[in-house]
């Protein structure tokens, strides 16, 4: 999918772009999110009882049926007059620069930036270009937020109390003695999706941020500083020093993320490591469960942690779709402070309206809380190559497994990146 969808929108670009989509009575809305379909469609009906406008969301699922239905409707010039695109920030790139997204920066701007001021910067920072940004579109925010997301880590209450332990861990070491005297009950301690090398990839980096920094992170990925620097070493022995401690779920590494959300729901691992999703998909395993939220245990507590965050799902608008007003119109009525608790309270997702805040889910507030210290790598100035982070996850699983030392994989990553530097530079 990747690879086709920009050989496909070059086309495009070669062919230009003409008004294709001639105004409609309906406001018509692709969408992927199965969770949000009957919500969606309830506020469409309150919509069109305030207003007398109809609008249709159309679900089509799993996202990657939906993406490809994107990358189709592009080709034949058919878009709907409102569309998320899933994927790298590179991809809505392709799709602003081919015409098919328009830029609304005007109307965030407005009346003093009134609707900009409302959402969470993280989550705007998601869709917005800034000048001299590595994609060369021009500057701007070109889409809508619905809701924020971020990764951090869940504690059971319950399996405390039973451990006599009173406050969650702040630190990397008071994580540790939590786990000695989880270990001594037979409690199991973390689990997390690290069947999946993305949940690895979140992790690491956000511990690497935490014991090296921003700016030594980037200088690795630009090929400046080595993988086997000593930094490096402290990230990937993280990995070995919980292993050795028994501070992991047997079968981690195999583990798909919503496996790892089975065994914290029922009770099985006293600490998880997990997305604001999960409050969703917690009460429908386990609506007794009893849990709250935990920034990761810092490695330097000096340093403050950073966690994964952002924009959950987005919305753009159809650069040629007709009536540009009445669409922006429902957007902002869509993500104004009632119908953001509406979803809110009935999806259990994060709002992307700070306003909603107030009147939303303790947990999901607990959430909310930590939007301020959110990154994410579609917002770093540089990534990794794609196969050098999958080298690196796959080489933390190994060390987990006891195939591998800290060592061997940061030699291994580091030859791989050599080889991916001289590829790119031939």
């Known amino acids: 999918m990747k690879r086709i969808l920009p050989v496909v929108l070059a086309v495009f670009l070669l062919a230009g772009c ?45 996202s990657d049926i939906y993406s490809r239905k994107i990358v ?33 920066t005007d109307e965030f ?3 003093d930036a ?53 406050e969650p861990p702040e630190t990397f070491d008071q994580f540790l003695e939590n786990i000695a005297v989880l ?54 022995s993280l990995f070995k020093t919980m ?6 779920v047997p079968g981690i590494v195999t583990k798909g993320n919503k496996y790892a959300e089975q065994d914290f729901a029922l009770g099985r691992a006293a600490f998880a490591f997990n997305g604001s999703w999960c409050v969703n998909v917690y009460d429908k395993m386990n609506p007794a469960l009893q849990y709250k939220v935990m920034l990761p245990p ?45 979803l809110s309270q009935e999806t259990k997702n994060l709002p992307s309206n700070r306003e909603a805040l107030s009147e939303i889910p303790d947990v999901l507030l607990q959430f909310a809380k930590a939007m301020d210290i959110t990154t994410h790598p579609s917002l770093w100035p540089y990534n990794e190559s794609p196969l050098v982070t999958e080298a690196f996850c796959k080489g933390i699983q190994a060390i987990i497994i006891g195939e591998a ?10 030859r791989l990146k050599e080889r991916e530097m001289k590829r790119e530079r031939q």
């Open 109 to 111: 701007e407005k009346n």
């Open 405 to 414: 030392t800290p060592e061997k994989v940061a030699t291994d990553v580091q």
């Open 18 to 62: 003409s008004p294709l989509i001639e105004q409609k009575d309906t406001i018509t809305i692709w969408h992927w999110m199965t969770d949000r379909q009957d919500a969606f469609t309830r506020l469409a009906q309150q919509y069109e009882q305030k207003t007398g406008v109809k609008v249709r969301f159309e679900l089509y699922a799993p």
């Open 183 to 236: 270990n001594r009950l037979g409690i199991d301690g973390f689990v997390s999706g690290w069947g999946e090398n993305w949940m690895i990839d979140c992790f690491s980096s956000i511990y690497a941020l935490n014991i090296m920094g921003e700016e030594k992170v980037m200088a690795t990925y630009r090929g400046e500083v080595s993988y086997t620097d000593e930094d490096w070493i402290k990230v990937l």
């Open 298 to 342: 810092r490695v330097d507590p000096d340093v403050p942690m950073q966690i994964w965050g952002g924009a959950g799902s987005s919305f753009v608008v159809n650069q040629t779709a007709g009536n540009r007003q009445r669409i922006i119109d429902f957007l902002k009525w869509l993500t104004g402070k009632e119908q953001q608790v509406f």
């Open 114 to 166: 009134l609707w900009e001021k409302s959402f969470f910067e993280k989550a705007l920072n998601v869709n917005r270009f800034e000048p001299d940004n590595a994609y060369k579109v021009k500057p701007g925010i070109y889409g809508v937020p619905l809701d924020v997301t971020n990764i951090q880590m869940l504690y059971n209450e319950e399996l405390f109390v039973k451990a006599g332990i009173k």
């Open 243 to 248: 292993r050795d401690h028994k501070a992991l």
């Open 72 to 104: 189709a409707a592009a080709q034949a010039r058919a878009l709907p007059d409102i569309f998320g695109i899933l994927g790298e920030k590179k991809r809505l790139a392709l799709f602003v620069e081919s015409g098919f997204v328009a830029d609304l």
